[in-house]
């Protein structure tokens, strides 16, 4: 896919030739992730990033030991939530976010950034749909972010 071809941004174009490198069953390899049952993960696992690092109007991606999540503030609230959709692995946290829901760019489903479920047009939770994995957010001494093990 070329970004002068299909109209399509550079991020996307960039993105999407290197998340081989940390997506999917490369990223299992690359970080010798293989193996290893999920009682060998950690419970937390803590970011190094700040409230100031996050913007409020794009996610903040960060790759974790339980794959890639991404950082939302909404308000003064932090929100984190799997980076790639439950639908089609598209790239969620490049979709649009307002109101503690975000978009995702592919295919438009919305999902509820707090209780994971996807949303209907009125905003209804749809049942039956996957949810968004998310983790709880809390702050060290320091005021750096830390994410528990996502659920669900
Ligand atoms: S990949 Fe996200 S809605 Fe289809």
Redesign the pocket.
């Known amino acids: 896919m070329s970004a002068a071809r299909d109209g399509g941004t550079f991020t996307t174009s960039v993105f999407w030739a290197t998340a081989g490198l940390w997506h999917g069953a490369g990223a299992v390899e690359s970080h010798g992730a293989r193996g290893l049952d999920s009682r060998a993960m950690p419970a937390s696992f803590p970011t190094g990033l700040v409230r100031a690092d996050l913007d409020p109007r794009r996610p903040r991606f960060v790759e974790t030991p339980w794959g890639a999540m991404a950082l939302y503030l909404e308000g003064e609230e932090v929100l984190c939530a799997q980076a790639f ?1 439950p ?4 790239p ?1 946290f490049e979709g649009s976010h307002a109101g503690g829901a975000v978009t ?1 760019p ?4 919305r999902y509820d950034l707090r209780s994971g479920a996807r949303l209907g047009p009125l905003g209804v939770p749809l049942p039956g749909f996957e949810k968004l994995k998310r983790c709880a957010v809390s702050t060290d001494a320091q005021g750096r972010i830390v994410l528990a093990e996502p659920t669900p």
């Open positions: 959709c639908h089609l692995e598209g969620l995702c592919w295919h438009c489903w």
